[in-house]
């Protein structure tokens, strides 16, 4: 092996949950779509609760909302995805998201330090490129990827999309994420994983991940560790 080369060469991280502290526009999007919905149309769709709400982050849009809104007739799906969408737009721009402690800084280490950096998200394509410009995040990413832009319902087609585009082996790329389908995806596409706990994973959601960190600042460090441990593992 090459010892001017990484043995981790790309980190793709998923981004509400991970990233993007979501909490605060999610819930707030949610509660004024479906009242929104329920004034529009006369309907009396009970309001989930935050706990719901934020349980089902995670999944591509259409999923999301058939989840968290069980009782929504299916004829006014995409019209509550695109209230949804409509809500957490004004609220990002209003300032109530945030990125979780230590992004910034850690991205930054990683870039520094010779990483690719990519994005593999079941968000819409409006939602993902929004957050990604009002937190100024573009400049660190190689790639970025969501569902709805690329119109699949499986994450592991993003991560190997992304792959596939950087000319990346699964062996030397690590997918980060907060849910039990980040885990599953990685493994899906041949990658290494990495739980974070600080997003809105529940329970034993990172059972099978190589790896589980606490805090974002957590992230470069572990990098740059496995790295010299697979080094000595395969020079």
Known sequence: MDKNTHALDLVILDLDG?????????????????????????????????????????????????????????????????????????LIAGGKGSLFPGVLEGLARLRAGGYLLGIATNAGTGYMHFVLDTFDLRSYFSETWCAGERGTLNKADLILGILTTLDVWPKRAVMVGDRSSDIAAAKSAGTWSIGCDWGFAAGNEFDGADHVIHYFAELAPLVESWEKQLRGETE
């Open 18 to 90: 991970t990233i993007y502290s979501s909490t605060a526009t999610t819930v707030g999007a949610v509660e004024m779509a479906v009242r929104d919905i329920n004034d529009r149309h006369d309907l009396q769709i009970p309001r989930p609760t935050p706990e719901q709400i934020m349980g089902g982050v995670g999944n591509t849009r259409e999923h999301y909302v058939t989840t968290v809104l069980p009782t929504l007739p299916e004829k006014h799906i995409a019209e509550m995805s695109d209230l949804i969408w409509h809500w957490e737009h004004e």
